[in-house]
């Protein structure tokens, strides 16, 4: 009796285990799907926005990295008024793409500095929390100029 008894048991654990086992690789492989419909969407936040008279908008929209979640894009975007609407004149990344964090970028105190001017040619400086313990980063200058961005 005693000898069946511990491979009953030696058995049931054996099933037991490739049980977990097989939940676990399913659960994995869920995950995987989740993430991957998750990434397909990009998270995007408008960090700034400046309005200058009804002639010119611009932004500044923290994208969310598709490849590392802590990462993320800076991209200004210039609009141009136009039969009533904003149109999209030029787009330039701020930085190196996914050279910033993500959630600095999208918490209080994101945008440590954007000026905007309504001249022709038009300056504009940029400044961005790169962590709450290293500070703001350097200015990034830039003239608009047509509603087109170059550096300065």
Not at 49 to 58: A, M
Not at 90 to 99: C, F, I, M, S, W
């Amino acid at each position: 009796m005693s000898l069946f008894s511990n491979r009953a048991r030696s058995r049931r654990s054996a099933i037991a285990a490739v049980t977990l086992l097989t939940a676990g690789v399913l659960g994995a492989v869920g995950a995987g799907s989740a993430g991957a419909d998750t990434a397909a969407a990009q998270q995007k936040k408008v960090i700034a926005s400046s309005v200058l008279g009804s002639d010119y908008k611009y932004t500044l929209t923290a994208l969310r990295s598709t490849e590392d979640q802590y990462a993320a894009t800076v991209e200004l975007q210039v609009y141009k008024q136009k039969n009533g609407a904003w149109k999209e004149t030029d787009l330039v990344t701020v930085g190196d793409v996914d050279g910033w964090f993500w959630f600095p970028l999208t918490g209080s105190g994101a945008v440590c500095e954007f000026s905007t001017a309504s001249t022709e040619p038009a300056p504009l400086a940029v400044s961005l929390l790169v962590t709450p313990s290293i500070g703001c980063s350097e200015v990034t200058n830039y003239l608009v100029k047509e509603g087109r961005v170059f550096a300065a």
